[in-house]
T-cell receptor
Framework: SQQGEEDPQALSIQEGENATMNCSYK?????LQWYRQNSGRGLVHLILIRSNEREKHSGRLRVTLDTSKKSSSLLITASRAADTASYFC??????????FGTGTRLTIIP | DVKVTQSSRYLVKRTGEKVFLECVQDMDHENMFWYRQDPGLGLRLIYFSYDVKMKEKGDIPEGYSVSREKKERFSLILESASTNQTSMYLC???????????FGAGTRLSVL
């Protein structure tokens, strides 16, 4: 399977702390995307990083991509209770489909 | 804002019934997708459509079929529902050029 794998599977932190989750994949990609899913709902796109980019920011989100290690990380700074959700990486291999990982469940403790 | 609407949030069906899950998007996206989501397995692609009347099998198409008669609508059909098709079903759409997917709220299907 080409499915990406997130690490850790679950993460609990105190409100205000930073949260880091990682994604590894197996083959070359066009881009990598991160999505958030609130409990029982659909996924929402957060950020896209292309294969020729190393780092990207969006608000409190910072994404890095290391194509030599076939890995990406998502950093959420100054976490809030509303950040409690599952986070998925999705890899685009250039075939108009995405392959999603199994997700990291993030819990922010107030 | 892009809107992807799934016809039902919750659905309960009996084994052997024919089940239709409907998805409509309002952004003129070329691509539409059906996924199922199960605990520990993430999202798995069932079928994908890149144009009207065009479809492509995903990773787990067995037991499912799809229909795309109009660009905005993509239907998932369970010909004869089975208990192992109890799951959360997610529809998504995207433009071909950037492949950012927009998801519906999901349909939680229980087959008894």
């Amino acid at each position: 399977s080409q499915q990406g794998e997130e690490d850790p599977q679950a993460l609990s932190i105190q409100e205000g702390e930073n949260a880091t989750m990682n994604c590894s994949y197996k083959t070359s990609i066009n881009n990598l995307q991160w999505y958030r899913q609130n409990s029982g709902r659909g996924l929402v796109h957060l950020i896209l990083i292309r294969s020729n980019e190393r780092e990207k920011h969006s608000g409190r989100l910072r994404v890095t991509l290391d194509t030599s290690k076939k890995s990406s990380s998502l950093l959420i700074t100054a976490s809030r209770a509303a950040d409690t959700a599952s986070y998925f990486c999705a890899t685009d291999f250039g075939n108009e489909k995405l392959t999603f990982g199994t997700g990291t469940r993030l819990t922010i403790i107030p | 804002d892009v809107k992807v609407t799934q016809s039902s949030r919750y659905l309960v069906k009996r084994t052997g019934e024919k089940v239709f899950l409907e998805c409509v998007q309002d952004m003129d996206h070329e691509n539409m997708f059906w996924y199922r989501q199960d605990p520990g397995l993430g999202l798995r692609l069932i079928y994908f459509s890149y144009d009207v009347k065009m479809k492509e099998k995903g990773d787990i198409p067995e037991g499912y079929s799809v229909s795309r008669e109009k660009k905005e609508r993509f239907s998932l059909i369970l010909e004869s529902a089975s208990t192992n098709q109890t799951s959360m079903y997610l529809c998504a759409s995207s433009f071909y050029r950037d492949n950012i997917q927009y998801f519906g709220a999901g349909t939680r299907l229980s087959v008894l």
